[in-house]
C-alpha cells in the first residue's frame, strides 16, 4: 500500500525541539519558554510599548480644531505616523511565530485599530459624522416617550430608524445603564467597540478555512486597513455588520452537510495552509442551529433594512457549494425578513418596491457615491482617489490568491462565495448613494483573506533554529518576505486619506451645535427647517415634532437653477402659512462644497442672496452659520 507523506504546514513546519541537553527541555517547561517564547514576547512588547509612546506624545498635538483642506492629514504629527509604522515592524515580526504565539500578531491587530480610530474618540468634543446626531435624536426620542412610532410620516428620512428600532432600543437601556445624559457621551467609541468585538468573529471565520495564524491575523490586518468605509460608527448599520458576521460564523462552521467534503479531507490534496472541513452535522443538529441562529437573524431585521437582505443573498450563494447546502436556514431567513418588512417595515418596504422599476438595471446610477458622486477640494479629491485605489489594490491581491492559491481557493470557496454574493445588488438600488460602500463592505471579510493569501506563502519545508537542516526559501518566499511589510504599509497609508481625508466635513465646533439647538428649541411644533443638507450637528433634533426640506440633496444642474433665484425658489417649496426657518452652517458649507452639491462660491452666494431677501429675516447670526425665518408678507 501506498504511504502519503505528511505534507508540512504552517503550524506543523516550525521544527521539533532539539533533543534534550544542557538548558533545553522537550516538554512545555522553562527551556522550552526560553528558546521559543522569550525573544516574540521581548520583541512584541517592545513594539507596543514604543507604538504607544509615540501614540501618546501625538495625541495632544493633532491639530484637530484648525483642520484645512486635507482633513486630519496634515494635522497629524510626525511621530503619530512612526507610531503606525513601529506597530506595523512589530506585526511583521510577531507572523514569524504566530503558530506558537498568536496572542502577539492579535496584540497588534487591537493596537492598529485603537491607533487608527481612537483619535476622535479621545479628542473630539462632538459627535464625529454630524448626521451621526440623528441617531443620538431617536435614542432621546425613545428614552423622553417610553416608545417610537413606526406608522408616524417623518421628515428628514426618519422613518426608517422607527421601523427598524433595534439599535436605539439598545442604546436606550445602555445610556440608562451606564447613566449619562444621552448616547452622544460614547458614540465615537462605536468603531473601536464594534471593531474589538469583529475581530474574535473574523478569527472564526478565517480559521475554519485556514489553520496557518499567519494568514488569518493578516486577513485581520488587512480588513482593518480596508475598512475605510466609514459604517462602524455610531449608526444602525455597524451593529447589524457584526451580528451578520456572526450569523455566517456560526454557518460556515456547523452546517456542513454529511459526506460533501470529498477530497477536501485529503490532506495532500489540501493547500499547506488550508484546514480541513468542519466536522459534518446531522438534519437534527442543524435543525437546533436554525432554531439557535433564528433570534440572531431576528435580531437583524430589528435592526437594520438591508443588512437582512445581504443575510439572504449569503445564504442562497452558500447553496451554490454543496457543502452549505441548506435550504431551510435560507427559507427562516427569508420568511424572519419578510415578517419584519411586511409589519413593522411596511410604510417605508412598500415605498421602495414603487421605486424599484425605476433602479431596476441602472447600474450606472445605482453605483454612483453620494448625491453627486463628484467630490471637491483637495482633501475629498485624494479621499475619492484613495477610495479607488484601495479598493484596486484588494481587488487585485485576492484575485492573485485565487489564481495562484487555486486548492486554498477550493478548499474556502464558501468564503468566496459570501464575498461575491453582494455584487448583484448593484442591479437593485443605489441605497441612496451608498450601495457602492455596502457592497464593499459585506465583500470586504472573503476579500481580505484572499489579499492575504497572496502575501502569505504556505510554507515549503522545515526548519530548524538549533542546527537542524533550514527552510528551503523558493522565490516566492523571499519576494513575500519584501512584499507583505510593504503592501502592509501601502494599505496604511491608503486608509489614512481614505478615513480622515474629508474630517473637515465630519467634525463640527461645540458653538455650531448650540446654535442649531437654540433654533430647532424655539421652533413651534409643525414648523419646517430648510437646509442645504441634513449634514450638520443635531439637524433632526426634535424630528418627530418638526418638518424638514434639504434642497440642495439634488443633482448639480438642478442646484446651479435654484441658485440663480435663492429665495424664490425657497418660497416656491414652503407650503402656504407655514412657519419656516432656514439654518445655514459652516458645516453645510463644506459638506457641500467637498460632495460637490453647489458649485465653488455657491453657499456663500445662498446666504448673502438669502440674508438680503426681504423674504427672509435674519434670526441669529454667529462665525459658524446663520438663522433665517422664512416672512411670506413682505412679498
Excluded at 480644531?65 to 496634515?74: H, P, V
Excluded at 442543524?286 to 445564504?315: D, F, G, S, W, Y
Excluded at 493569501?453 to 533554529?465: C, I, K, N, Q, Y
Aim: with cysteine.
Amino acid at each position: 500500500m501506498q504511504q502519503h507523506v505528511p505534507v508540512p504546514t504552517a503550524e506543523s513546519s516550525t521544527p521539533p525541539p532539539p533533543a534534550p541537553g544542557p538548558g533545553r527541555s522537550t516538554g512545555g517547561g522553562p527551556g522550552f519558554w526560553r528558546t521559543t517564547h522569550r525573544r516574540p514576547a521581548t520583541v512584541g512588547l517592545l513594539t507596543l510599548l514604543l507604538a504607544a509612546g509615540l501614540w501618546l506624545y501625538a495625541l495632544p498635538r493633532i491639530g484637530f480644531r484648525e483642520m484645512g483642506d486635507y482633513g486630519l492629514l496634515d494635522r497629524l504629527p510626525v511621530t503619530y505616523y512612526l507610531s503606525l509604522l513601529v506597530l506595523t515592524a512589530g506585526f511583521v515580526l510577531g507572523l514569524r511565530r504566530a503558530a506558537r504565539a498568536p496572542w502577539w500578531p492579535a496584540a497588534h491587530c487591537a493596537a492598529m485599530l485603537f491607533a487608527l480610530k481612537a483619535p476622535p474618540a479621545v479628542l473630539y468634543d462632538a459627535v464625529r459624522y454630524p448626521w451621526a446626531s440623528k441617531h443620538d435624536a431617536v435614542v432621546d426620542t425613545l428614552l423622553a416617550h417610553g416608545e417610537l412610532r413606526p406608522e408616524a410620516a417623518l421628515s428628514g428620512n426618519m422613518s426608517a430608524y422607527d421601523q427598524w428600532p433595534g439599535f436605539f432600543t439598545l442604546n436606550g437601556g445602555l445610556v440608562r445603564a451606564f447613566g449619562v445624559e444621552g448616547a452622544a457621551a460614547y458614540a465615537n467609541w462605536a468603531p473601536i467597540v464594534l471593531g474589538l468585538l469583529m475581530m474574535p468573529v473574523l478569527v472564526l471565520i478565517y480559521r475554519t478555512f485556514c489553520r496557518d495564524w499567519r494568514l488569518v491575523w493578516t486577513a485581520v490586518w488587512i480588513f482593518q486597513l480596508a475598512n475605510w468605509v466609514g459604517q462602524d460608527y455610531f449608526a444602525p448599520q455597524g451593529l447589524a455588520y457584526l451580528l451578520h458576521l456572526t450569523v455566517l460564523a456560526v454557518v460556515l462552521r456547523h452546517f456542513v452537510r454529511p459526506g460533501s467534503a470529498g477530497r477536501l479531507r485529503d490532506r495532500t490534496f489540501l493547500d499547506p495552509a488550508a484546514a480541513g472541513v468542519p466536522p459534518p452535522t446531522g438534519s437534527r443538529q442543524r435543525a437546533v442551529c436554525v432554531v439557535i441562529l433564528a433570534p440572531l437573524i431576528a435580531a437583524v431585521n430589528a435592526t437594520h433594512q438591508l443588512t437582512p437582505v445581504m443575510l439572504c443573498v449569503c445564504l442562497l450563494a452558500l447553496c451554490l457549494a454543496r457543502r452549505y447546502r441548506n435550504v431551510g436556514l435560507l427559507a427562516v431567513a427569508a420568511l424572519l425578513m419578510l415578517a419584519w418588512d411586511l409589519t413593522m417595515g411596511r410604510p417605508l418596504f412598500v415605498e421602495t418596491l414603487s421605486t424599484l422599476k425605476d433602479s431596476l438595471g441602472e447600474l450606472t446610477q445605482n453605483s454612483r457615491a453620494g448625491y453627486a458622486g463628484q467630490l471637491t477640494g483637495p482633501g475629498p479629491e485624494l479621499a475619492g482617489r484613495a477610495n479607488v485605489a484601495m479598493v484596486l489594490a484588494i481587488t487585485v491581491l485576492a484575485g492573485a490568491a485565487v489564481v495562484l492559491r487555486r486548492r486554498l481557493t477550493r478548499s474556502a470557496l464558501p468564503l468566496l462565495l459570501v464575498s461575491v454574493a453582494p455584487v448583484p445588488l448593484f442591479v437593485v438600488n443605489d441605497y441612496g448613494g451608498e450601495m457602492l460602500f455596502r457592497v464593499y463592505l459585506f465583500a470586504l471579510p472573503g476579500g481580505a483573506f484572499f489579499a492575504a493569501a497572496a502575501l502569505v506563502p504556505a510554507f515549503a519545508g522545515a526548519a530548524s533554529r538549533h542546527g537542524g537542516a533550514k527552510p528551503a526559501k523558493t522565490p516566492r518566499h523571499r519576494a513575500a518576505a519584501v512584499a507583505l511589510p510593504a503592501v502592509l504599509l501601502v494599505l496604511s497609508a491608503g486608509f489614512l486619506p481614505s478615513y480622515y481625508g474629508k474630517e473637515k466635513m465630519y467634525y463640527t465646533p461645540p458653538a455650531e451645535t448650540a446654535l442649531v439647538t437654540r433654533t430647532l428649541d424655539r421652533a413651534p411644533e409643525g414648523a419646517l427647517i430648510l437646509a442645504t443638507t441634513g449634514s450638520f450637528p443635531e439637524a433632526l433634533h426634535r424630528y418627530d415634532s418638526l418638518e424638514h426640506w434639504y434642497f440642495a440633496e439634488q443633482e448639480l444642474p438642478e442646484n446651479e437653477r435654484m441658485l440663480a433665484d435663492p429665495a424664490g425658489y425657497l418660497a416656491a417649496g414652503i407650503p402656504p402659512g407655514a412657519t419656516a426657518y432656514v439654518i445655514l452652517t459652516r458645516t453645510q458649507d463644506v459638506y457641500t462644497a467637498g460632495e460637490g452639491l453647489l458649485p465653488a462660491g455657491g453657499f456663500d452666494r445662498l446666504r448673502t442672496e438669502l440674508s438680503a431677501s426681504p423674504l427672509f429675516r435674519t434670526v441669529e447670526a454667529h462665525p459658524y452659520g446663520v438663522v433665517l425665518e422664512y416672512r411670506p408678507a413682505a412679498r
